[in-house]
């Protein structure tokens, strides 16, 4: 165990620039911590190298501890990493581990319901989204019947690219994270006044905090043990209350069931993709 390399912690999901400060201080408390707690010598912890993407960094054996979004928990990462549990969030739509996304739209609209965007223009922010698109198809497909529902969907990258674009009159509706509408309307006012939310998806677990599949049962437990201590510890309290986290929940990725049941329920609906 002492000498074993790790990398250090990433929690780059909600990463903006205005909070990074306080990404930092937490990424720090809770890398000091697991260090200790695991028993490793904090000199075997190297940096992770400048090229490496998120998928590799989530699925690497050096992970000590990530943050990924449930979606690709649930695809891509499936099997290859343990769950350490959920963040819980101070924002509208969240509850425990729990979240949601928001239905955003012009300030502008006259729209008020999903059902009144027929036939517009959707955005999303990426295909293995959790929140901007599998959540964004499950609703949609209450009530496309089967056939495409929107006259076009684009791609925009990220959550605030996809409220740029809403804002812009480049699209007429995007599906946004809770969190993340939640710290653009305090962070982010000339861009969200420009914005409102018309309702949100049904509730599903947080993005979770991932760790290598390389660590043992014990290890793991370990892992959840200490972060959940560190997300209630009073001398990070500042820089937690930036971020929005109010407490934490260990879970295992059986717990991110819900997720496959809205992808399985929009195919069964004839709706299998976002159009």
Known sequence: MIGRLCHPVNLPMYDWPEFRSATRELETAL???????????????????????????????????????????????????????????????????????????????????????????????????????????????????????FSGVAQSGSHLQS???????????????????????????DLTGKLRSIGHTIKAPGLPYITSAAWSPTDTDIICRTVQSVLSDAAISVSRERLLIDGFSVLSESDYEPLLKMERSAAEKGYPELL
């Not at 890398?31 to 998928?55: F, I, K």
């Not at 965007?117 to 999303?124: D, K, Q, Y």
């Not at 740029?164 to 309307?185: H, T």
């Open 163 to 189: 409220m740029v674009s809403v804002a812009d009159g480049q699209a007429d509706i995007a599906s946004i994270d809770a969190v993340c509408w939640s710290l653009a309307l305090r962070e982010l006012p």
């Open 31 to 149: 890398q000091s911590a697991l260090l200790e707690a695991l028993g490793l010598d904090p000199t075997n912890s190297a940096e992770w190298p400048a090229d490496m993407g998120l998928h590799h960094r989530w699925e690497h054996p050096g992970l000590l501890l990530g943050q990924t979004c449930g979606y690709p928990l649930t695809h891509a990462l499936s099997g290859k990493v343990h769950v350490v549990g959920a963040p819980h969030y101070r924002a509208d739509g969240c509850s425990g581990p729990h979240y949601c996304s928001h239905l955003i739209v012009s300030k502008e609209s006259a729209h008020e319901t999903l059902s009144d965007l027929r036939g517009l223009r959707a955005v999303f922010n990426a295909s293995d989204s959790q929140s901007g698109m599998n959540a964004f198809r499950h609703e949609v497909a209450q009530l496309a019947d089967g056939a495409p529902f």
